[in-house]
C-alpha cells in the first residue's frame, strides 16, 4: 500500500512536469528533474526516496522540535539570540522585497548560524534515533582492534554518547549552542559525524539532513520571531523507548503572539 501511494505520487507530479516543464520547485520535482530521462517511477531508488521523506523524515523531525522547545522554554538568552539573528537575517533583504514576506528563502536559512547551532546541541542532548544498530554482512573489526564476526549485530547509543565528558568535555550535559561557532567570526563549525552521529555517518549517513535542518530552522526561526512559547516550569517530560526519542503525551506549551513585534 505505501508502495503503491508512493508511485502514485511519482507518476501525478511526473504528468505535471511533462505539461508544465520543470517549473516546480519542491523538493520532489527537483529531484525528478536532476535524473536522467530514462530514470523511470517505478524504480525502486525514487520511490525510496519519496518514502524516506513520508515515513522516516515525519517522526524524527518532529521529536527533535519537540525536545527543542522544551530546551528552549528555560533560556530566554538562547530565544533572545535566535530573535536577533532572524531579525538581523529579514533587515538585510532589499528594500521594498515583498517576496516571501513570512517565509525564509534558501539563502536567509544558511545565514542563521547560531539557530543551526541551536538545533544542532539539542539534538546531541536528545537525538531523534537514539539507539541503532547494524548486522555485520561479513567479517569485519572495528577502528579499536575489536573482532566482530558475520552476523553480529553492533549497536551503539547516541543518546549516552552526547552525554559523555570524554566525549564532549566537562560540560557535556549543558545545553551551549555556542560550542558550535567558531568564536572568530561566529559561524557554524560542523563536528565530526562519527563524533556527533544524530544523522549517522559514512555511507549511510542519513539521507534527509540537509531537508531536515531547512524544516527545523524554517520552523523554528518563524514560530520564535512571531510567538511566545511558554512551558510550565514544573513540567518534567518522560521519554518514549521507541525507534524515535518520543516525548511522552507530547510538550504541553502556552502559545502567544509576541508584543514587541
Same mark, same amino acid.
Given at each position: ?40 517511477? @517505478? $524504480? ?29 522554554? @528555560? ?32 539563502? $536567509? ?42 552476523? &553480529? ?14 566525549? &564532549? ?48 530552522? @524554517? ?43
Amino acid at each position: 500500500m505505501v508502495h503503491d501511494f508512493a508511485d502514485r505520487i511519482i507518476q501525478s507530479r511526473r504528468e505535471e512536469m511533462l505539461r508544465d516543464g520543470f517549473e516546480k520547485h519542491d523538493l520532489l520535482s527537483r529531484f525528478m528533474a536532476s535524473q536522467d530521462e530514462t530514470y523511470s517511477e @517505478s $524504480e525502486v531508488p525514487l520511490r525510496d526516496v519519496v518514502i524516506s521523506f513520508l515515513l522516516a523524515g515525519r517522526e524524527t523531525t518532529s521529536s527533535a522540535l519537540t525536545w527543542f522547545f522544551w530546551l528552549l522554554s @528555560s533560556r530566554p538568552d538562547v530565544q533572545r539570540r535566535i530573535r536577533d539573528e532572524v531579525a538581523a537575517v529579514r533587515a538585510r533583504r532589499a528594500q521594498g522585497d515583498v517576496d516571501n514576506v513570512v517565509g525564509l528563502d534558501l539563502d $536567509e536559512l544558511r545565514e542563521m548560524h547560531y539557530v543551526h547551532a541551536a538545533i544542532t546541541e539539542s539534538m546531541r542532548l536528545y537525538p531523534p534515533v537514539p539507539v541503532n544498530s547494524l548486522r555485520a554482512d561479513k567479517d569485519d573489526v572495528l577502528p579499536d582492534g575489536t573482532a566482530v564476526q558475520a552476523g &553480529w549485530f553492533v549497536a551503539y547509543n547516541s543518546y549516552g554518547m552526547g552525554r559523555m565528558k570524554s566525549v &564532549w568535555g566537562h560540560d557535556a550535559r549543558e545545553f551551549r549552542p555556542e560550542r558550535w561557532l567558531n568564536p572568530a567570526d561566529g559561524a557554524f563549525r560542523p563536528d565530526s559525524p562519527f563524533r556527533y552521529v544524530a544523522f549517522h555517518a559514512g555511507p549511510r549517513l542519513c539521507l534527509g539532513k540537509e531537508m531536515a535542518y531547512i524544516q527545523m530552522k @524554517s520552523i523554528v526561526a518563524c514560530v520564535v520571531e512571531e510567538l511566545d512559547v511558554a512551558v510550565d516550569g514544573a513540567y518534567q517530560p518522560r521519554q518514549v523507548a521507541s525507534l524515535t526519542l518520543r516525548m511522552a503525551d507530547g510538550l504541553p506549551v502556552t502559545v502567544k503572539p509576541r508584543r514587541d513585534c
